[in-house]
């Protein structure tokens, strides 16, 4: 049974940081592709950031490009995403999700990467608050 757990949200001020953890488990594949999602109340959930879980492959969305890096430590099955110089337009709850063994390669290859449709399973989320 595949599971994702995230960790790490928090209040936090503008121009601050915060690192959230996923960590995920249950596969009966080698790698998937895990990405961040986020969705501020009354707005519809956007993908942030993803990667490949079998190499470095990352993406990033426009909105947190150079503010945001995605890692892993494979030894614990988890994935990181280290947010820094928080907006408060970065205030939303944050899933992680797995496509089920996609490679992140495919999803941008058919641009999408960051539709909910293609991760099979999800976090509960961690909640973020940036307050200016």
């Given at each position: 049974?595949?599971?994702?757990?995230?960790?790490?949200?928090?209040?936090?001020?503008?121009?601050?940081?915060?690192?959230?953890?996923?960590?995920?488990?249950?596969?009966?594949?080698?790698?998937?592709?895990?990405?961040?999602?986020?969705?501020?109340?009354?707005?519809?959930?956007?993908?942030?950031?993803?990667?490949?879980t079998g190499g470095?492959?990352?993406?990033?969305?426009?909105?947190?490009?150079?503010?945001?890096?995605?890692?892993?430590?494979?030894?614990?099955?988890?994935?990181?995403?280290?947010?820094?110089?928080?907006k408060p337009?970065?205030?939303?709850?944050?899933?992680?999700?797995?496509?089920?063994?996609?490679?992140?390669?495919?999803?941008?290859?058919?641009?999408?990467?960051?539709?909910?449709?293609?991760?099979?399973?999800?976090?509960?989320?961690?909640?973020?608050?940036?307050?200016?």
């Amino acid at each position: 049974q595949v599971q994702l757990r995230e960790s790490g949200g928090g209040q936090v001020q503008a121009g601050g940081t915060l690192r959230l953890a996923c960590t995920h488990s249950g596969y009966t594949y080698k790698s998937t592709c895990v990405a961040w999602f986020r969705q501020a109340p009354g707005r519809e959930r956007e993908g942030v950031a993803s990667i490949y879980t079998g190499g470095d492959d990352t993406a990033y969305a426009a909105s947190v490009k150079g503010r945001f890096a995605i890692s892993q430590d494979n030894a614990k099955n988890t994935i990181f995403l280290q947010m820094n110089n928080l907006k408060p337009e970065d205030t939303a709850m944050y899933y992680c999700a797995s496509s089920g063994g996609v490679p992140c390669d495919t999803l941008r290859a058919l641009d999408r990467m960051f539709l909910q449709v293609e991760y099979d399973y999800w976090g509960q989320g961690t909640q973020v608050t940036v307050s200016s």
